[in-house]
């Protein structure tokens, strides 16, 4: 069977139209009673329609009407404080580059893909590499912005000359469907595709605006395409997560920019309507974004921070929901980030550019005067940002003084991330941990799951995004087994029967995040597995006894027999390990990780070393991955302790001996006390975690539905603990000797 597409179709009058004239725009589209559309519509009347033409691109570059950021008459002042300000900037010289390569015919796509053109020969409709992802970000533009900035920094016509020639070419070779036909597939006219449009050709569209090279026809050209773009998404856009948020995004730009236009009013007022729901579907109210992916986090507060800055060039009102939502996910972002500069490669993330993180909490540290904000952007304001802020911004900025936050350690209880780390260097320890609902198919089943850094390495990884292509390897990507938590039964921790059309995550609950200057604990259960027969409840315990090592504790509520299956993913590279003496390190240069195990008095406990897979920048390679496999019945506990070290030296011998605790004078099993000793060179730690206070069935009604949080019962008070020798009152005891 052949499928047929968009490529093959696009030419076919029968499922595409092309363009109108420019006459019948001009007069079936454009408002002509618009008192700065006279001259348009005299010359029109006298028949003459290039001088209608003419008159209305002459009102877009008058500047008389405020559309973006900046306007055409702004840009010789943008040019001159470009060159004269950022000639020499990290970011302005990679833009330059980057603009020279596309004006040879070497387009950037994503991961770190480029597809070469040869002669101006475009081919907009072809699968790229291995995945539709490649043609999608290739016709979505986000690579155009280069151009313009090149030109802003040399005036060079060449840049302009480009865009013009790629924008003539696009818009001839994909002329706008007839209806929805298309609308489900990833092809040039998906949605998504268009709403991003939108949003990523105003820049070039107003910079190159006074420039010879863009001629009068490709402007119009592009004109008419930003009205087919509008009508496509105000017909097809999204209901719902980061698409719906990009979409109408798009439309308020196109909006604003083109408001001569009859619908334009229409268009904005719905999407002003429409957006702030938006917001709040996508966003929890602690801040994160639903999706369980910190890329995508990034892409709603990307929408937000754009609309909140063009509204205040334009002197428009700034929705205060729109603010409070901002503010919370900045700060989300900012406990997310990884010390090495980039995103925890939660759900669908992959490594981003450390400058684009940079800019926009830059951005943040702007909007909101906040110092902490600015510690992670530049310590000048950056030059993507001129683009947005202008020249006036520059001095406010330089007046934020950067001071790094107070808190080391985060919960955000809704969106379900728990981050903690030893400081705010970029060698610090920092563990990253999964406790909560991911909704949509950007999520993975990575409940509980955590990653760790020590040294600005990456030592217990994520195994990554995947490319979207529904095949064995994306299967393993989003799977339990491919993060560093817990399997039971050989089942995911959630069914997922389609690729997109999932259902939502495991249910979570954060029991208990708390910290003091000897350590950060957390506390959280999942309830994927409640779909048994025999319903089993997962639950982590994580002490981070700071500057040492992490003791993680599983924990299992189940009445059978059950096959707990603990994966711990290792960077790629090779792996030493001592089965018998149940302990596994990196071996790699630099910074390692050593996990030490200890056995189990009942069940069959089995350690094994396997081979993995980490996606990373668009290609899959093989990591080692420890499994753990305990068979048990009824309740159980598996201990890790787990030890970061610093580069250039060896292992750190650290050894684990267990102790006891007791209640009342009944000695209590590993599953009611995790009572331990963990001592290394020079150091000695006696550690008791009780758990028995808290009931995490109770998050669960008997219909199987969760509780309301107001109704769920409060945790028992510790009493008669006895443990090293005293009597505590408290479920974390840690006693420390030099």
């Keep these: 069977m052949i499928e047929m597409s968009y490529k093959e179709l696009r030419k076919d009058t029968r499922y595409t139209r092309p363009q109108l ?7 079936q589209e454009l408002d002509l009673e618009r008192p700065d559309m006279a001259e348009v519509r005299e010359r029109l009347a006298a028949g003459d329609v290039e001088g209608a033409r003419d008159a209305y691109l002459a009102l877009i570059g008058s500047g008389v009407t405020r559309r973006y950021y900046f306007d055409a008459q702004d840009v010789p002042e943008l040019m001159k404080y470009a060159r004269e300000c950022y000639g020499e900037d990290e970011e302005a010289v990679l833009s330059l580059a980057e603009a020279d390569q596309i004006v040879e015919g070497s387009f950037p796509l994503v991961k770190g893909r480029r597809v070469q053109f040869s002669g101006g020969n475009y081919d907009w409709n072809s699968w790229l590499f291995d995945s539709s992802q490649y043609q999608l970000h290739l016709t979505r533009f986000a690579y155009v912005k280069h151009l313009s900035r090149a030109y802003c920094l040399t005036g060079g016509e060449k840049y302009a000359a480009c865009f013009n020639r790629i924008m003539g070419d ?23 595709s268009v709403g991003v449009r939108l949003f990523m050709l105003p820049e070039a569209f107003i910079t190159f605006w006074g420039s010879p090279s863009f001629t009068p026809d490709v402007k119009m050209k592009m004109i008419k395409s930003f009205h087919e ?29 083109l408001p001569e236009m009859k619908v334009s009013q229409a268009w904005l007022s719905y999407g002003l309507q429409e957006m702030p729901g938006y917001i709040h579907q996508n966003v929890y109210e602690d ?145 990253g941990m999964r406790a ?56 995911d921790q959630h069914v997922r029967g389609l690729h997109w059309n999932a259902p939502p995550t495991a249910a979570c609950r954060i029991w208990d995040v708390r910290g003091d200057a000897r350590y950060d604990y957390w506390f ?67 910074p390692s990780v050593q996990l030490v195990f200890p056995q189990l008095a009942a069940g069959k406990d089995e350690l094994a070393v396997e081979s993995g897979q980490v996606f990373m920048q668009g290609a899959y390679y093989p990591n080692p991955v420890v499994r753990r496999s305990l068979t048990a019945t ?21 050894t684990v001996q267990r102790l006891e605790a007791a209640q009342h004078g009944r000695a209590l099993a590993p599953w009611e006390a995790t009572a331990l000793r963990v001592e290394g060179d020079g150091w000695r730690d006696d550690i008791c975690l ?49």
């Design 524 to 590: 959280a259960s999942h309830y994927g597995y409640t779909r048994y027969d025999d319903s089993v409840i997962h639950s982590r315990k994580v002490l981070f006894v700071k500057n040492r090592y992490y003791l993680v504790v599983d924990l299992f509520e189940a009445e059978a027999q059950h096959v707990y299956e603990q994966y711990y993913h290792l960077p790629c590279g090779e792996a030493v390990y001592d089965l018998a003496g149940r302990r596994v390190r990196t071996a790699a240069e630099g």
């Design 287 to 431: 801040g994160v974004q639903f999706e369980a992916s910190p890329n995508y986090h990034v892409v709603v507060m990307r929408d937000l921070f754009e609309l909140v800055s063009l509204f205040q060039a334009l002197q428009l009102p700034v929705d205060d929901s729109y603010r409070d939502v901002l503010e919370k996910m900045y700060t989300a972002l900012m406990y997310m980030l990884t010390p090495d500069g980039l995103l925890a490669r939660f759900g669908d993330t992959d490594a981003h550019a450390p400058l684009e993180l940079r800019d926009a909490m830059s951005l943040g540290a702007y909007l909101y005067g906040r110092p902490d904000f600015k510690f992670f952007g530049h310590a000048k304001l950056p030059f993507s940002l001129l683009w947005r802020l202008g020249s006036a911004a520059v001095e406010a900025y330089d007046r934020i003084t950067a001071e790094s936050p107070a808190a080391t350690l985060a919960s955000f209880p809704v969106g379900g991330y728990i981050v903690s780390r030893q400081d705010w260097t970029n060698e610090t320890l920092y563990m």
């Design 170 to 192: 696009f818009i001839d070779d994909n002329p706008v469907p007839v209806d929805g036909s298309f609308r489900a597939q990833h092809c040039t006219w998906d949605p998504l």
């Design 690 to 738: 009780y758990h028995g206070n808290v009931s995490v069935a109770s998050y669960l009604d008997h219909t199987g539905n969760i509780v309301t949080a107001a109704l769920l019962p409060q945790p028992q008070p510790v009493e008669g603990l006895t443990f090293a020798g005293a009597t505590h009152g408290e479920d974390v005891v840690l006693i420390t000797q030099a």
């Design 436 to 491: 909560g609902v991911g909704i949509n198919g950007h999520a993975h089943s990575d409940a509980l799951s955590f990653i760790l850094f020590s040294g600005g390495k990456e030592l217990l990884v994520d195994s990554g995004m995947g490319l979207f292509e529904w095949n064995k390897e994306r299967k393993y990507a989003v799977s339990t087994r491919a993060h560093n938590t817990v399997v039971v039964d050989g089942q």
């Design 229 to 257: 773009h509008g009508s496509y998404v105000r017909n097809y856009h999204a209901s719902h997560g980061n698409h719906a948020t990009m979409q109408i995004r798009g439309l308020i730009q196109v909006a604003l920019l």
């Design 21 to 27: 004239s420019d006459e019948a725009f001009i007069r």
């Design 634 to 654: 009824g309740r159980a506990a598996i201990e890790t302790i787990i030890v970061p070290s610093a580069a250039g030296g060896p292992a750190p011998r650290v």
